[in-house]
C-alpha cells in the first residue's frame, strides 16, 4: 500500500514519520508546495523541531519515508491521501477574524480530483469546521471516480508529538458508516493504526462527529487554560496561590490535575484558531449564546497576556523606555522550534511599543522567526539576540520568562543577580522557577497568581 500525505508541517512530517515507522510495508510519501521545507526535511537540519523526530526520520528516510515536491505523482500512486495543509482563521472577506481559512485544502481537492486515474481514500488530517468533508466530497465527485472522504484529527501536542503518536489516548476516524464502501475505508484506515495502537483506543464515527469533537477537545482544553488564568487574577487579589488552588481542585478526580497549570497565557496554531472557528459556526448557525460562551474562553486569555505585560511595566516604575529586558523563551511552549500565536509575541510588542530594548535568548527559536513575528526588521536597534540566557540578562533590568524550557530551571541564578542592575526583577510568566531560592537571592520577582510573594 502507498500513502501520500499532502502538507509537511508540523501535524504532517510528524505523523506520516510514525506511521513509516510504524508500518516498514507501507511506502510513505510526504509532499508540499514549499521547496525550501521540503529539502529541509532531506536534510540534516528538519524545519520541525520534536524531541524523538531526528533519529526517527533518519532511520526511515529513503526506505519507506520520502519527501517531495511532486505533488501530482504522489498522489496519483496513492491508495490513501492525506490532507495536512493549514487552515488558518480567514483574514478578508466573510468570516473574517474567526472562520477557517479552507482555501488550501479545497485546492488540495482539486489537484486530487484532477490527477487521480482511480477512486482512493481521503483523509481530513487538518482540523477543519464541521462539514468540510461535504465540500471535499462534491469536488471530488466531479472526478466520477469512487472516492471515500474520512475525517482523522490528530490530537499530537507539539513538544510532546512523538510520544502522542507512538501512544495515542485514542485515534478518531469519521467517515460513512451507513455505506459498505465507507464502512470498508474506515477499517482500511483503521487498520494502519491498529498496527500500533490497541483497537479499542480505534474509535469511529460519523463524519461531522469527528470534525466537531477535534475543535471540541481543543475548546475544553483551552477552557481548562483560561479558568485557572481568571482565578490566577483573583489569586493575586486576595493573597492565595494559584499553584496550591490548582492542586487543591485539580486532586477532585472528577475535575483532574492535568493542564490546570496557569501561565501568561496559551498559544500555538490551534487553540485560537479553534475556538474561533467554534465560534464562528455558532454564530452561523444562530447560536449566539453559546457563541458567547466560548468567546470569554479567548477573551481572557487576551486579558491575561495583556495584564502580565501591564504588571511589568507597572514594577518597573510605569517606565521601561530604553530598559533592557532579557527575553527567556519565545516559542509558545517548550521543546518546540513553534512560535504560532505565541503569547511571547503579544506580550513583546507591548515592550515595543514602550520603547524597550529587548535581548531574546531561545534555545530553538531563530531571530529571523523572532523579528517576522513582531513586525520588524532583522536590524532594529531596539532588540538583540543572545546566544545564551546570561548574555540576555547582562546588565538587564528584569527578566521576563514567557516558555517553560527546562534549562531556565537550573541557571545559576546567584550569577546572573551579579550581573543584572538593581533592583534586578524576575517576572516568571510560567510559575516555574523555585521563587523561593530567587528571593533569597536578592530578585525582586512576580509570578502569576501568586498573590503571597512581594
Ligand atoms: C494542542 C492540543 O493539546 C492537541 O491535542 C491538539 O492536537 C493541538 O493543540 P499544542 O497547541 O501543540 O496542542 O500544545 P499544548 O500542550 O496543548 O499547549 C497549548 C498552549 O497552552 C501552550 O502555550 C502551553 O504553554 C499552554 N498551557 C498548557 C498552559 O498555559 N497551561 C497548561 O496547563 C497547559
Ligand atoms: P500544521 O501545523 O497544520 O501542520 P503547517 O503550516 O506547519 O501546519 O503546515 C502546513 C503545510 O501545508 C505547509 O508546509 C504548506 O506549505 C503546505 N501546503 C499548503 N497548501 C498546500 C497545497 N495546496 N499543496 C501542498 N502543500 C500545501
Redesign the pocket.
Known amino acids: 500500500m502507498r500513502i501520500c500525505c499532502i502538507g509537511a508541517g508540523y501535524v504532517g512530517g510528524p505523523t506520516m514519520t510514525m506511521f513509516a515507522r510504524k508500518c516498514p510495508d507501507l511506502m510513505v510519501d510526504v509532499v508540499d508546495i514549499n521547496a525550501d521545507r521540503i529539502s529541509a526535511w532531506n536534510s540534516d537540519k528538519l524545519p520541525v523541531f520534536e524531541p524523538g523526530l531526528d533519529e526517527i526520520v533518519r532511520e526511515v528516510r529513503g526506505k519507506n519515508l520520502f519527501f517531495s515536491t511532486d505533488i501530482d505523482a504522489a498522489i496519483d500512486a496513492a491508495d490513501i491521501v492525506f490532507i495536512s495543509v493549514n487552515t488558518p482563521t480567514k483574514t478578508y472577506g466573510y468570516g473574517a477574524g474567526s472562520a477557517a481559512d479552507i482555501s488550501y485544502v479545497e485546492s488540495c481537492a482539486r489537484r486530487i480530483a484532477e490527477v487521480s486515474k482511480s477512486g482512493k481514500i481521503v483523509v481530513e488530517k487538518s ?1 477543519m469546521p464541521v462539514r468540510t468533508a461535504d465540500a471535499i466530497k462534491s469536488i471530488l465527485k466531479s472526478s466520477g471516480l469512487g472516492f471515500q472522504v474520512l475525517s482523522n ?9 512523538m510520544k ?1 503518536l507512538e501512544n495515542p489516548d485514542r485515534v478518531l476516524i469519521g467517515g460513512d458508516e451507513d455505506t459498505p464502501e465507507g464502512r470498508g475505508a474506515i477499517e482500511a484506515l483503521a487498520s494502519i493504526y491498529a498496527r500500533w495502537v490497541p483497537r479499542e483506543k480505534i474509535l469511529k464515527t460519523n463524519l461531522w462527529s469527528s470534525e466537531l469533537s ?1 475543535l471540541t ?2 475548546a475544553f ?2 477552557q ?2 483560561s479558568s ?2 481568571a482565578i490566577s487574577a483573583l489569586c493575586e487579589a486576595t493573597g492565595a496561590d494559584v499553584d496550591e488552588v490548582a492542586c487543591a481542585v485539580g486532586s477532585d478526580s472528577r475535575i483532574g490535575s ?14 485560537q484558531k ?1 475556538l474561533l472557528n467554534l465560534v464562528y459556526l455558532c454564530e452561523h448557525f444562530n447560536l449566539p449564546e453559546v457563541a458567547k460562551y466560548w468567546r470569554g474562553v479567548i477573551e481572557i486569555n487576551a486579558y491575561q497576556k495583556r495584564r502580565f505585560a501591564e504588571t511589568i511595566v507597572n514594577s518597573l516604575f510605569r517606565n521601561i523606555r530604553g530598559k533592557r529586558i532579557a527575553i527567556f523563551g519565545f516559542a ?3 521543546n ?1 522550534n ?1 512560535t504560532r500565536e ?2 511571547a509575541i503579544d506580550v513583546c510588542r507591548d515592550f515595543l511599543n514602550e520603547h524597550a530594548h529587548l535581548a531574546f535568548y531561545d534555545p530553538k527559536v531563530s531571530s529571523l522567526q523572532i523579528c517576522r513575528d513582531l513586525g520588524i526588521s532583522m536590524g532594529d536597534k531596539r532588540v538583540e539576540f543572545c546566544r545564551t540566557p546570561y548574555d540576555a540578562a547582562d546588565k538587564a533590568h528584569a527578566i521576563v520568562l514567557l ?2 524550557w527546562e534549562e531556565f530551571k537550573n541557571l545559576d541564578y546567584k550569577k546572573i543577580k551579579g550581573a543584572m542592575l538593581n533592583p534586578a526583577w524576575i517576572f516568571d510568566g ?1 510559575n516555574c522557577l523555585d521563587h523561593r531560592l530567587l528571593l533569597e537571592l536578592g530578585f525582586s520577582l512576580r509570578g502569576i497568581g501568586k498573590g503571597n510573594i512581594a
Open positions: 482540523t484529527p490528530e490530537f499530537l501536542a507539539e513538544g510532546t508529538a502522542d477535534k477537545a481543543n482544553l483551552a481548562r487554560i485557572i488564568n492535568k493542564f490546570l497549570r496557569s501561565s501568561v497565557g496559551y498559544g500555538g496554531s490551534c487553540f479553534d509558545f511552549k517548550e518546540t513553534d505565541s503569547p516558555t517553560q510560567r
